[in-house]
């Protein structure tokens, strides 16, 4: 497959609580992208982080990633009821051609 | 301004039938792309398009389905003689163009087309 999987499928934490999301993928990338997807509806684009880069943050939102061993992980920071989604991660390969291979999704629950 | 504008929302179509999912980009963005999300799947890259050409289509079924950016107008992703796996949200994204016509990194996603297939 050439899907990329994230870990966990699921989490269930408390607001306040933070709330972290791995993803691996497969070969070789240009950048790896976050999105954010509420139930029913399109994704939103949260955050893009470049295979040269090993850290960036947004707001409460912090990406790594390690290109050795070919992972990123998403720190969401005194989470909010409102960050409940399903969160997905988005490898681009070397081709920059915008084909995004999506990871399988991470479905947070942040209970109030 | 306007974001990514799928229509229609929710398509029911019985099986053989045809299904027209339209995806008009945001205001400025000459690069198109389809996927596909199956339940509690992740999205499926189908299509790259930009204006009357197909620059990628490696993620589309090589059979009923196909795709059109023209020139004037939205882009159209065509679905012939339906199945009931064909049950599925497809999205369309689009992106600007740098100043060099190459594109740049971040998608911008529609609300997606769900078809149901009876």
């Known amino acids: 497959s050439q899907q990329g999987e994230e870990d966990p499928q699921a989490l269930s934490i408390q607001e306040g609580e933070n709330a972290t999301m791995n993803c691996s993928y497969k070969?070789?990338?240009?950048?790896l992208q976050w999105y954010r997807q509420n139930s029913g509806r399109g994704l939103v684009h949260l955050i893009l982080?470049?295979?040269?880069?090993r850290e960036k943050h947004s707001g409460r939102l912090r990406v790594t990633l390690d290109t050795s061993k070919k992972s990123s992980s998403l720190l969401i920071t005194a989470s909010r009821a409102a960050d409940t989604a399903s969160y997905f991660c988005a490898s681009e390969g070397s081709s920059n051609t915008g084909k995004l291979i999506f990871g399988q999704g991470t479905t947070l629950q942040v209970k109030p | 301004n306007a974001g990514v504008m799928q229509n229609p929302r929710h398509l029911v179509r019985r099986r053989g039938q045809e299904a027209r999912l339209r995806c008009s980009p945001m205001k400025g963005h000459s690069h198109v792309y389809w996927y596909r999300q199956l339940p509690e799947e992740g999205l499926k890259f189908m299509v790259y398009l930009q204006k009357e050409n197909i620059i990628d289509e490696s993620g589309m079924p090589k059979e009923r389905f196909s795709a059109e950016f023209p020139k004037e107008g939205p882009s159209i992703l065509r679905i012939q003689q339906v199945v009931r796996g064909d049950s599925a949200a497809y999205f369309c994204?689009?992106?600007?163009?740098?100043?060099?016509?190459?594109?740049?990194?971040?998608?911008?996603f529609g609300e997606g087309s769900r078809l149901t297939v009876l």
């Open positions: 982080i470049r295979s040269n880069e």
């Open positions: 994204a689009s992106s600007p163009p740098s100043s060099g016509g190459a594109r740049t990194g971040e998608l911008f």
């Open positions: 070969t070789s990338i240009n950048n």
